[in-house]
C-alpha cells in the first residue's frame, strides 16, 4: 500500500490522460479517477472528503457569475449582435490588407468583452468571418488561426469566466484580475495584428484587400457605426461597474445580461420564443460547466491528500535556477496540462498545486494570475485537446480538415509565448492598469 500511495499522484494523471484518449467526458474522466483512488486509498471513509470537496466548489458565491455570462453570451448570438458587430468593423478595414483576419481579431475582442465565453467567440466567427475570406481568396492558415485567437480572447478580455473560477480559489481580486487581463490582452491584440500585416504586406496573395467596388463608402462606414453603438454600452456599463466598485463581478454579471436583454427588445429581435431557448441552452452549458468543476474538485482533493501538491511543490523547488526556474517549471506544468485539459478543469487543478509554490518563491500573485492566463489562452488552442481546435470544427463541418485547424494554431500559439516572455520581462505590462485603477 505504501508503495501504491507513494506513486498514486503519478498514476492518476497517467488514468486520466488514458479516460481522455479513451473519449470519457473531461467531466467524468476527473470525477472518476478521483473516486477510484480515494477507494484505494480510505476506503469507504472517502466519501466524506469527496462530498465536502463537491459542496465547497458548489457553495462559491462569485461562481454565480459563470450561469449568467454564458446567458448573456447565448443572448448575444439569439440576436446577431455578432454578425452586426463583424460587418461593421470590416467595413472600415476592408481596404486593408489582411482586413478580414484584422476584423475577426477585433469582433473576438469585443465579443469577449460582452460575454467572456470562448466557444461564443469562435463559433460566431467561424459562421461568420470564415466565408467572407474565401470568398475574397485569403490563406486558408491565416483564416483559421486568426479566428480561433480572437475568439479565445475571451479568455483574457474582461468579463473572463475563467477569472472569475481562479479568483474564487486564490482569493486574488477577480476587479483587479479584470483589470490586468485587459492590459494584456490588449497587447496581444496588437501582436496578432501586427502579425497578420506582416503576412498580408510580405505577400499580396496571403490576404488581399477589398476590391474597390466591394468596399463600403464613407456614407455605408458611418451608418455601420450604429450597430456598434449598443454593445460597446453595454461593455462600459458591465466593465465599468465592475472596475469603478460599483458592482461585484456578479452583480456586473447580472447587469450584463439585463443591458443584453435591453438591447435586444429595443432591436425588436428578442421574443419570448428566443428567450426561453436562451435560458434552455444556457443552463445545458452551466450543467456542463458545473459537472467539470465539481469532478477537477474531487479529483484535486484526492490528488491533494496523496500527496500531489507536495510532489509537484518538491519538483518545482529543484528546478535549476532559484525562483526563475520555479517560474518556468511552472510554465511547463500549465503548459503541458493543458494539451490535455479543458481550461476551466486545468484551473482547478492547477492552480492550488502551483500558484502556492510560484507565490512562496517570491512572485506577485497578479502579475502572475495574468501570466497564467495568456498561458491558459494557449490551452485553448494547444493539440490535441485544444477546445478552440473543436469549436471551429463543428462550426465549419467537413469544409476544413482538422490537421488544416491544427496547423493554423502554430504561429498564434507562438505569438502567445512571445506575449507571455514579454509579461515575464517588463511586469508592468499586466500591472499597470490594476495599479492605476487602485489609486
Do not use: C
Not at 469603478?244 to 447580472?254: F, L, N
Not at 465549419?396 to 496547423?407: D, L, M, Q, W
Amino acid at each position: 500500500m505504501m508503495l501504491i500511495f507513494e506513486y498514486a499522484p503519478i498514476a492518476m494523471f497517467v488514468l486520466l490522460l488514458l479516460l481522455l484518449f479513451l473519449g470519457v467526458p473531461i467531466a467524468f474522466s476527473l470525477a472518476s479517477t478521483g473516486i477510484l483512488f480515494a477507494l484505494m486509498m480510505w476506503g469507504i471513509d472517502s466519501t466524506a472528503l469527496l462530498t465536502s470537496a463537491t459542496w465547497g466548489i458548489m457553495n462559491n458565491f462569485t461562481l454565480i457569475a459563470i450561469p449568467l455570462f454564458i446567458l448573456m453570451s447565448v443572448l448575444l448570438e439569439k440576436t446577431n449582435i455578432i454578425s452586426e458587430l463583424f460587418d461593421a468593423v470590416y467595413k472600415w478595414s476592408g481596404g486593408l490588407r489582411g482586413g478580414l483576419a484584422i476584423t475577426a481579431i477585433v469582433v473576438g475582442a469585443i465579443i469577449g468583452a460582452i460575454s467572456g465565453v470562448v466557444a461564443a467567440g469562435v463559433i460566431g466567427l467561424g459562421l461568420i468571418a470564415l466565408p467572407q475570406m474565401m470568398r475574397y481568396r485569403y490563406n486558408e492558415t491565416l483564416s483559421l488561426g486568426s479566428i480561433m485567437a480572437g475568439g479565445t480572447l475571451g479568455q483574457l478580455i474582461p468579463p473572463s469566466l475563467n477569472m472569475v473560477v481562479y479568483g474564487a480559489i486564490t482569493g486574488v481580486s477577480v476587479s483587479s484580475l479584470f483589470a490586468g487581463g485587459l492590459s494584456a490582452g490588449m497587447m496581444l491584440i496588437l501582436l496578432f495584428i501586427a502579425y497578420i500585416l506582416f503576412q498580408a504586406y510580405r505577400k499580396e496573395d496571403v490576404a488581399p484587400a477589398l476590391a474597390k467596388e466591394d468596399r463600403a463608402t464613407t456614407e455605408e462606414k458611418f451608418a455601420s457605426l450604429k450597430s456598434i453603438f449598443l454593445p460597446m454600452l453595454l461593455i462600459i456599463l458591465v466593465l465599468g461597474s465592475i472596475f469603478t466598485g460599483a458592482a461585484t463581478p456578479t452583480e456586473g454579471a447580472a447587469v450584463g445580461v439585463l443591458g443584453t436583454v435591453i438591447i435586444g427588445v429595443i432591436s425588436k429581435r428578442l421574443s419570448w420564443t428566443k428567450m426561453k431557448e436562451s435560458i434552455y441552452e444556457s443552463m445545458k452549458m452551466t450543467g456542463m460547466v458545473g459537472w467539470i468543476l465539481i469532478g477537477a474538485a474531487v479529483f484535486s482533493a484526492v490528488f491533494s491528500g496523496v500527496g500531489g501538491n507536495q510532489f509537484v511543490s518538491e519538483m518545482a523547488a529543484n528546478a535549476p535556477g532559484g525562483k526563475w526556474g520555479i517560474l518556468f517549471f511552472a510554465l511547463a506544468f500549465i503548459i503541458v496540462l493543458g494539451m490535455f485539459l479543458e481550461t476551466m478543469a486545468l484551473i482547478m487543478l492547477a492552480t492550488p498545486i502551483i500558484t502556492p509554490v510560484v507565490v512562496n518563491a517570491g512572485f506577485d500573485p497578479l502579475w502572475w494570475a495574468i501570466i497564467f492566463m495568456v498561458v491558459l489562452q494557449m490551452a485553448f488552442l494547444t493539440p490535441p485537446f485544444g477546445f478552440a481546435i473543436f469549436y471551429l470544427k463543428s462550426a465549419v463541418g467537413e469544409k476544413v480538415t482538422i490537421g488544416k485547424i491544427y496547423r493554423a494554431t502554430v504561429p498564434f500559439i507562438i505569438i502567445q509565448l512571445i506575449a507571455a516572455i514579454l509579461l515575464i520581462v517588463f511586469p508592468q505590462l499586466a500591472t499597470w492598469l490594476p495599479e492605476l485603477l487602485s489609486k
